[in-house]
């Protein structure tokens, strides 16, 4: 899942009906492995699926859903703001919610962030 979720963190344009078929495959590798795996949980499923229905919120919730959601690395949250629906127009937004950001990330202590894949928040 965690590829999963480094390649759609990657893609620069898509429409609302795209990140609803992302969502839907998520859906479907998660029934798949399920029938080869019995796990209660396939791991960072959610992960991917909470970051693409991230790409729904309105403009103004995004600060609010990086705030609530430390188990993205940076990296991702970046990537859902420069990627984010009309954000291509709106530089001067874009660049100060790419600022917040950083600054929310560098006021949490590492413990915060436990879900991380590896030690960098970048």
Same mark, same amino acid.
Not at 43 to 62: G, R, T, W, Y
Not at 66 to 86: C, D, M, Q, S, W
């Given at each position: 899942?965690?590829? *999963?979720?480094?390649?759609?963190?990657?893609?620069?344009?898509?429409?609302?009906? $795209?990140?609803?078929?992302?969502?839907?495959?998520?859906?479907?590798?998660?029934? $798949?492995?399920?029938?080869?795996? !019995?796990?209660?949980?396939? &791991? %960072?499923?959610?992960?991917?699926? %909470?970051?693409? #229905?991230?790409?729904?919120?309105?403009?103004?919730?995004?600060?609010?859903?990086?705030? %609530?959601?430390?188990?993205? #690395? *940076? #990296?991702?949250?970046?990537?859902?703001?420069?990627?984010? !629906? $009309?954000?291509?127009?709106?530089?001067?937004?874009?660049?100060? *919610? *790419?600022? #917040?950001? +950083?600054?929310?990330?560098?006021?949490?202590?590492?413990?915060? +962030? &436990?879900?991380?894949?590896?030690? +960098? %928040?970048?």
């Amino acid at each position: 899942m965690d590829c *999963l979720l480094e390649a759609y963190s990657q893609v620069k344009k898509c429409s609302a009906n $795209g990140r609803a078929l992302m969502s839907l495959d998520v859906q479907m590798i998660r029934t $798949g492995l399920r029938e080869i795996v !019995p796990l209660p949980s396939i &791991p %960072n499923c959610q992960l991917v699926d %909470n970051f693409i #229905k991230a790409h729904f919120l309105v403009e103004e919730e995004i600060l609010d859903w990086v705030r %609530n959601h430390p188990e993205y #690395k *940076l #990296k991702y949250v970046h990537a859902l703001i420069n990627n984010f !629906p $009309g954000m291509e127009k709106k530089k001067k937004t874009k660049t100060e *919610l *790419l600022n #917040k950001a +950083t600054e929310i990330f560098a006021s949490r202590s590492p413990q915060s +962030t &436990p879900f991380q894949n590896n030690s +960098t %928040n970048q």
